[in-house]
């Protein structure tokens, strides 16, 4: 099920007009799709996204997003252990997550008209004042806007 729901999300983000890239230093946008049947899948979670935050740190107009059952379920601890990401969704949701990416950019929150909210009831992203293929070696899907 993973696999087609991170399949269902590349050809999502494709159709929103990005490509996949291998390279995350390049990425524009970095999505992971988690899954709690897996055992230690939080730590591997809360490991890649602690590795994401040095290279969000260096580019804050990155987007991460967290999709997935485990973001269904720990969206709250998801938001307090990692605050550098921007949206999270959960498997009912994957059909929101380009807009939902669109409406959490940098550019858009800094618009007056930008108002945080959320699609459906598990949808979300923070609020932040600041700031697919999948690699065997590195969880997430990379996409590059063109």
Excluded at 109 to 124: D, F, L
Aim: aromatic content about 4%.
């Amino acid at each position: 099920m993973n696999e087609h729901d991170s399949e269902r999300l590349a050809g999502l983000m494709v159709a929103d007009g990005m490509v996949a890239t291998a390279d995350e230093a390049e990425a524009d946008v970095v999505i992971f799709n988690t899954c709690t049947i897996r055992e230690n899948a939080d730590l591997k979670l809360y490991s890649a996204l602690g590795q994401m935050k040095a290279i969000k740190e260096a580019r804050p107009q990155m987007q991460i997003a967290v999709g997935g059952c485990m973001a269904q379920k720990d969206r709250h601890q998801i938001l307090e252990r990692a605050n550098w990401v921007d949206v999270v969704f959960g498997t009912h949701n994957l059909a929101s997550a380009p807009r939902l990416l669109e409406r959490s950019r940098p550019r858009a929150r800094s618009s007056r008209s930008w108002t945080p909210r959320t699609t459906r009831s598990i949808a979300t992203w923070p609020p932040r004042s600041t700031r697919c293929a999948n690699s065997p070696s590195r969880p997430g899907s990379r996409f590059r806007r063109v």
